[in-house]
């Protein structure tokens, strides 16, 4: 067995103290990485997760907002903001599809796959309506009257004026002036219906429609005085009233689909795509991207809360340690006091015996160190030095006999 110098166990209760604060960094050093991965966790993903999410909410109420304007108003600057609305959404599509990705969460990349189809079925839904509005066949109802019962209208007083013209040729007996007020009547009342229908068509007001009805009856009533007053007509003014009725029940079967159109829920094209199709895409993909915030919001917090209690751990490890390793310092510090200053006190209490004449003071260390070497020296030095002096006296004494011998002889 080796021994145990003073050096050597030194060096073991330095070596152990130096353990031990390595164990001390080694625990903080791997506690704060654990920190630091939880932070950069918040910071790097969850974060930014949830800033993308809300981000595009934002982006996907002005996508719909921009549209909205379009379809009422028609300017080219809402169409061009719309098209940079979707160009920043886009991007930032592409961004919070791949930090989700990062996450390694199925339940999350399944909303992000839906909510990818929803914002390209928003978007192509958005380009129909685009197309659409303010041409012809967004107002299917008004185009219809325009291309097809208002040239019917206008033949309808192109037959009446042919018949004043006429009229206004012939002699003016009381019965033809009455003739001439039906025919008018006709006309007035024909305009008047004109009007309603177009006012309906561009309002939709139910009352503007109770107006019709009760402006299509007083010209029906017209239309059957006139009739009581045919044996008063020309031959050529037959054939014109002839004319007449027939284009007028044309007129009024194609103003009728005009109405039924109008009545319709797609009246207008491009409103009843939007209300229909895109607002509810634009609810679902805000509602996914809520689950998005939502998902990267419980993630923030269970991170923090995470990362509290792992400082707190770190604190109370640290501090652990920390008292460890003072107290073992304490405790070597302790055991080398007891070992080296018992045996040191000892020899300076032997040495001044034997300065004061003790030769019998011995020191009594057993220790395998130098302490122990020391006494071992100490005690053969003071018993040599014994040994001297009983020598010397007693050649002292042999030759104070001698010398006693030789004066007595």
Known sequence: MPRLTIRRKISF??????????????VVYFSTQRLSDQQRGVVKQDMPTKSLAMGLQGRVHAALSAHRGYIILGLEELKHERANTWTRIDEDTAKLTELVHNENNPELNAVMAELTQTLTDFRESQAKIVAIAHTPENLPATTHFNQVAQPLGRQIIEHLDQILEEENQLEATPERKNLVYRVAAAETHLLKVTASILDYLNSGNPETYTLFEQRLTACGQSVEKLKRETHLFTESQQQSFKHYLAVRDQFIKEAGIALTQRRAP???QAQFICANTVTPLAIQADQLLSQVVASAEQRVDHNSAALQDSASAMSAITLAVSAAVVALACVVAWLLSRMICPPILQAAEVARRIGNGDLTARL?????????????????MAEQTGQVITTVLDTTRDVASAATEIAAS
């Open 13 to 26: 209760a330095f070596a152990l103290c130096v353990s031990l604060i390595i164990v001390l960094a080694t």
């Open 266 to 268: 797609d009246w207008n």
């Open 364 to 380: 009594n260390v057993k220790s395998r160190d130098e302490l122990g070497d020391l006494a071992d020296g100490m005690n053969t």
